[in-house]
């Protein structure tokens, strides 16, 4: 990491966080409702006294809580896990144990490392062989090699219901039909989409859904596995009984009461405070567009979940606009990764094909139902100045700009 990104800004800044799609700030009324089940209602949620049957409680109103988020019929088709990492992972890797006879895995090339990752390993241990879809360059699903990679042999498709860098929302409530056709099971991880856009996941076919709290104004290191009645479910993690059966360990009572909490807020939040978001976030897009040259936004505008916006500011790199933001107390983050010591685009840029003197320049503001129209006035007043400080000399006359040429040359 750069030098320059580790130096703070001036202490009398006010620090502006618009990168919520890496995580949010814990909601005050969240930690308020945590803090006793560290301290006074400590027990253990399987015990049989009254300090365990206390954390029993609690554990039981939050699981309802999380269940009416997402629209589940039931509670029980709740699972807490650690992550929406460990869900996902869970869900996949159940699939694939339970689903006799089918080795084949279908995915996106879009999907978070989380997804990814496990689908890798799978195909290099040779368990499982693995279809990555397409998108367009607006990030949209490729549905017809989609359809075609469904068959008798597919024991699972797990295509994400919102991206993380572009926000782009895939129709997996249409996509889970054609997987049961073929007999797969459908997982759709959920991690972006929860409590941004309305989930009623009761009337999918959706058979597993991962999710996340810490994306919700929730704490960290608490997820959930949404497993429709009826879904066989394998353990990624064995031991005890806790999860009926479903997860092993002692339940980490505080954060699931935090979840709880986290997802009663974010249920009210759609209607109240969503609208008002996707506003702010398009007055941001509109404003940036309309001031800034060779500025382009990345995804179907028309399909994304309210707080994200990833603009690419052409002939710059991500990591140099970054590092003045956050010298000017804004956090935002990169549609970049650093691979191998250099600067490369990400798999999901790439697999867009944004041209490449545009991916090396992708910012991605994400914002929250916190984030208020001074914050959006903020960036508006700092990010033509400084793309106006990095263009300077180093855009050289010959320096191709017109949008033909944006279009000549791909990630």
């Keep these: 990491m750069s030098e320059l990104r580790r130096e703070a800004q001036p202490a009398s800044m006010r620090c502006l966080y618009l990168d919520n799609n890496a995580t949010t700030r814990v909601d005050p009324q969240v930690l308020e409702a945590m803090l006793p089940f560290f301290t006074e209602h400590f027990g253990n949620a399987s015990s ?41 992972n869970t869900a996949i890797l159940s699939a694939l144990e339970t689903q006799a ?25 040779g368990r499982a062989k693995i279809h990555r ?18 068959g008798a042999n597919t024991a699972c498709v797990s295509l994400m219901w919102a991206n993380n860098e572009t926000g782009v929302v895939f129709p997996v409530e249409q996509l889970a039909a054609p997987a049961h056709e073929a007999g797969a099971l459908f997982h759709s991880d959920a991690v972006q989409a929860t409590g941004k856009i309305p989930i009623d996941i009761r009337n999918t076919p959706i058979d ?8 919700l104004h929730g704490p960290k290191g608490i997820g959930a596995l949404y497993v429709r009645k009826g879904v066989p479910l394998q353990p990624l993690i064995r031991g005890g009984r806790q999860e009926r059966g ?10 699931i009461v935090g979840f709880g909490k986290a997802a009663e807020a974010a249920r009210r939040s759609l209607q109240n405070d969503m609208p008002r978001v996707k506003n702010l976030r398009d007055t941001l897009e509109r404003r940036l567009l309309a001031t800034i040259d060779d500025a382009s936004v990345i995804g179907d505008r028309a399909n994304r979940i309210p707080t994200t916006l990833n603009i690419a500011f052409a002939y710059l790199e991500s990591d140099a606009i970054l590092v003045l933001l956050n010298k000017r107390g804004i956090a935002a983050s990169s549609g970049s990764a650093c691979a191998s010591g250099s600067m490369e685009p990400s798999h999901v840029l790439r697999a867009m094909k944004v041209p ?12 929250s139902r916190e984030s208020t129209a001074a914050d959006i006035d903020r960036v508006l007043e700092v990010m033509p100045e400084i793309v106006a400080k990095l263009r300077g000399p180093a855009l050289t006359l010959d320096t191709p700009r017109s949008p033909m040429a944006l279009q000549e040359s791909y990630v």
């Design 246 to 255: 479903r997860r092993a360990g002692s339940e980490n009572v505080p954060a």
């Design 133 to 150: 879809i397409p998108v367009d360059t607006d990030g949209r699903l490729d549905i017809d090699a989609y359809r075609s990679a469904l």
């Design 356 to 367: 490449y003197a545009a991916a090396h320049g992708a910012v991605r503001f994400s914002l």
């Design 101 to 125: 006879g089918r080795n084949e895995i279908i995915t996106s090339q879009v999907e978070h490392p989380a997804i990814l990752a496990v689908c890798d390993h799978l195909e290099k241990t």
């Design 48 to 88: 049989k006294h009254d300090f365990g049957e206390t954390a029993s409680d609690a554990v039981r109103t939050a699981r309802g809580r999380v269940q009416k988020l997402i629209g589940a019929a039931r509670d029980t088709e709740i699972v807490f896990t650690a992550s929406g990492t460990e869900a996902g």
């Design 208 to 215: 597993l859904l991962s999710f996340s709290a810490h994306k």
